[in-house]
């Protein structure tokens, strides 16, 4: 797997809650892969989201795809917790 600033940057600030809380199942969290179906369907609702070209039922399901609903216990966010994040 390539390593980006992005990967880096979720392998420092997520790792270590995960050691502490599933310290015998951190690593295959983290190692954890979306199928390909999936994954194919999360770029294709990025790219539509990039856009502006999600309907209403594919915002919701890409936002929780992005852990950005308001029971996500990741989201730091004041704002309204149920936007869609931006796809980059």
Same mark, same amino acid.
């Given at each position: 797997?390539?390593?980006?600033? &992005?990967? =880096?940057?979720?392998?420092?600030?997520?790792?270590?809650?995960? %050691?502490?809380?599933?310290? *015998?199942? +951190?690593?295959?969290?983290?190692?954890?892969?979306?199928?390909?179906?999936?994954?194919?369907?999360? &770029?294709? =609702?990025?790219?539509?989201?990039?856009?502006?070209?999600?309907? %209403?039922?594919?915002?919701? *399901?890409? +936002?929780?795809?992005?852990?950005?609903?308001?029971?996500?216990?990741?989201?730091?966010?004041?704002?309204?917790?149920?936007?869609?994040?931006?796809?980059?």
């Amino acid at each position: 797997m390539a390593t980006t600033s &992005e990967s =880096l940057a979720f392998d420092r600030g997520v790792r270590p809650m995960l %050691e502490i809380v599933l310290p *015998e199942k +951190a690593d295959a969290v983290i190692g954890f892969r979306a199928d390909p179906e999936l994954q194919a369907r999360v &770029e294709e =609702l990025g790219r539509k989201s990039t856009e502006g070209e999600l309907t %209403e039922d594919e915002r919701a *399901e890409y +936002a929780v795809m992005c852990g950005r609903t308001s029971s996500s216990p990741f989201s730091n966010d004041k704002r309204s917790r149920s936007s869609t994040p931006s796809h980059r």
